[in-house]
């Protein structure tokens, strides 16, 4: 029984110390590798994509219209990553942690109104992340791939087995997951260093060929061909906008490796060297439009090519990694947050805290990766499909934003709405020029995200409704003086019931008496809780109170970061005066058969679609890690 409840006013922390130089610099490697591996493999594709609707007068592309694609490229760079997520949006952090479903939780416990909005918001949010998250490996290992195509010896030979040799790559990916990111995950930010250093080193190289390029950096020629190209406008700005996808893992991964980090990774070295590979493959195209067919590979020098397809390789199955593992994060948010059922959530390191591997979302999103690579079979038909689902998990993080300025900075609202208009104007612009990619593939991650809503909707009607079914109408306050009055037969030890309502009795309870007649010299009527933080330090993790003689009621929180642990939890209330041995408790737990009453129609539907959740969720003990010998599970039907 997992029980969602927010503390409404947590003890404040003390700020853990800053870290030391060798400390920020080790944060700061990292971050190049977890949190820039999806923004800083863009080039792989996303020029090609922009360029490719410019159409040529001559022969030529026109000069003026590649250096507004460049300049519409570096200018998004700057508005939504730089300033909304790098200047502003990292500024909202829970204890430390962002993303969408810990800005949720944030602005929830901030009070107020309009509860059911911002939870529906922070679940559409979640179901874009996870449609993201099956179409950033595919796009990204292909196009890196598709680089052999242009190889000297190989092109032309090795074209037909590009999307073979991708999904081998990615197949590989997710089978090690089990293994944890730990033994190679120290490789990533030395790679991915490495690999921001060749592009940007690549681009500048290509500058010396047309230095007019440089007119990108002013903001005006963007605009201008928007203006004299209002037909393609839309098509050149949904391909613009696959630059900053990936920009979610800034504020994601904020709890892994801390803001000014992650901040300085960008300001330092990420953003400057996208700026150098972008203006770089543009003066390449103005100098020969024939390299247009992929920009990026023509950069090198053609005894250069094969190794910066291997390179680009190993980043883009980095960047893969990056958001396979901000998957499992997400999963595990939403898990402890009530918004999906209970899955299998294994702790791959227990010196790096938030390394997990579940295992169901893993072969999930393997068969879905599988199924684009070999249905699209080109990152040029993958780039309709991507970029849909990014803006908008992008635009649920600005709504959040108001809400959290509102609340959180007791600012007016229509002043929040003020300050996050621009970003949800351009965000809105790059929504309404995605849309038309729907019918070309835009449709998938679209998909994926309505699945994945559809199923957290249906979990948190079901557990409601189920909830509401159980509870009892005996409260304790009524029981409890006849079971002290008139005891039972006592058996030695201490058992133990879970609840999710800490004022009525519990089900298994009323079953014990009823079937076995008897209690134990010592029960504790057990509530888990999920706090709206991160984490839950171990001096607030237990409360214990007394009921009645031999009766207590204990309650152990855990943030929505944390894997619970009923049997380490209950070992702290030693602390608190609870005196038991764990393996003279028995922990008693209501087994549910649950029965639908509706008859038909979408409800029924829904219903049938919960038992299914419910059947295939990790079984109560298992997900609370109670130990099994110390189980005794009671069944009960449950209409509802």
């Not at 196009?143 to 999307?163: H, T, W």
């Not at 998957?327 to 227990?350: C, H, I």
């Not at 030890?493 to 309502?501: E, R, S, W, Y």
Request: glycine share 10%; with cysteine.
């Amino acid at each position: 029984m997992n029980t969602v409840a927010a503390d409404v006013e947590p003890t404040e922390q003390a700020a853990p110390s800053a870290p030391s130089l060798r400390g920020f610099l080790g944060l700061a490697l990292g971050s190049a590798g977890v949190v820039y591996g999806d923004i800083g493999t863009s080039p792989l594709y996303a020029f090609k994509e922009s360029i490719s609707h410019v159409g040529r007068v001559g022969g030529r592309l026109a000069q003026a219209d590649v250096i507004g694609v460049v300049s519409l490229m570096l200018w998004t760079l700057m508005v939504i990553v730089t300033l909304k997520y790098v200047a502003i949006l990292m500024r909202f952090d829970n204890r430390g942690e962002g993303g969408t479903l810990s800005l949720m939780a944030l602005v929830q416990k901030a009070g107020g109104r309009a509860a059911g909005a911002i939870l529906i918001i922070g679940m559409i949010g979640a179901g874009m992340f996870f449609g993201d998250a099956i179409l950033t490996p595919a796009v990204s290992v292909l196009s890196a791939v598709e680089g052999l195509e242009v190889v000297k010896g190989l092109s032309g030979r090795i074209d037909p087995f590009v999307p073979l040799i991708a999904l081998v790559l990615l197949i590989a990916l997710f089978t090690v997951q089990k293994r944890g990111a730990g033994g190679v995950g120290r490789w990533f930010g030395p790679i991915c260093v490495v690999w921001f250093a060749t592009i940007a080193v690549l681009g500048l190289a290509a500058l010396a060929r047309a230095p007019q390029v440089l007119g990108a950096l002013n903001p005006l020629p963007g605009m201008a061909l928007l203006a004299h190209h209002p037909r393609i406008a839309p098509a050149v700005l949904g391909s613009v906008f696959l630059t900053v996808t990936g920009a979610e893992a800034l504020y994601a991964d904020m709890g892994h490796f801390g803001r000014k980090p992650i901040q300085w990774t960008w300001v330092a070295l990420v953003f400057p060297c996208l700026i150098a590979n972008y203006l770089g493959q543009g003066a390449l195209v103005l100098a020969d439009p024939s390299a247009v067919d992929n920009p990026f590979f023509r950069l090198a020098p053609d005894w250069f090519q094969l190794p910066l397809v291997g390179l680009a390789t190993a980043a883009t199955v980095i960047a893969s990694q990056a958001v396979i593992s901000g998957a499992f994060s997400m999963t595990q948010q939403a898990v402890q947050l009530g918004l999906l059922p209970r899955l299998t959530l294994k702790v791959t390191s227990e010196a790096h805290i938030g390394q997990i591997y579940a295992p169901q979302i893993n072969w999930i999103l393997m068969l879905g990766v599988a199924a684009l690579v070999l249905g699209f079979r080109s990152s040029d038909a993958l780039a309709n499909a991507y970029g849909v689902s990014v803006v908008g998990a992008m635009i649920t993080s600005s709504v959040l934003a108001v809400v959290a300025i509102h609340r959180l900075k007791a600012r007016p609202i229509w002043q929040a709405i003020v300050a996050f208009s621009p970003f949800l104007l351009v965000e809105g612009a790059f929504l309404a020029a995605n849309l038309a990619k729907v019918v070309h593939g835009g449709y998938v991650p679209l998909l994926i995200a309505a699945g994945v809503i559809l199923l957290m909707w249906t979990w948190m009607r079901g557990i409601r409704r189920v909830l509401k079914a159980e509870q009892s109408d005996l409260r304790l306050a009524d029981v409890l003086p006849m079971l002290t009055q008139r005891p039972p037969l006592k058996a030695r030890g201490a058992a133990v019931f879970l609840t999710a309502d800490p004022g009525s009795v519990p089900a298994a309870l009323m079953h014990n008496l009823k079937h076995n007649q008897v209690l134990h010299e010592q029960v504790v009527l057990l509530t888990v809780k999920v706090a709206s933080r991160p984490r839950v330090p171990d001096a607030e993790r237990v409360e214990v109170h007394d009921l009645a003689p031999g009766f207590k009621a204990m309650t152990l929180s855990f943030g929505f970061m944390e894997t619970p642990n009923v049997a380490k939890g209950m070992t702290l209330a030693r602390a608190k005066g609870l005196k038991f041995d764990i393996m003279r408790t028995s922990f008693f737990l209501s087994r549910r058969t649950l029965l639908p009453r509706r008859s038909g129609g979408l409800g029924h539907i829904l219903d049938v679609l919960f038992v299914f959740l419910t059947r295939n969720a990790v079984r109560t003990a298992d997900f609370f890690q109670i130990p099994p010998s110390r189980v005794v599970e009671l069944g009960a039907q449950v209409a509802f």
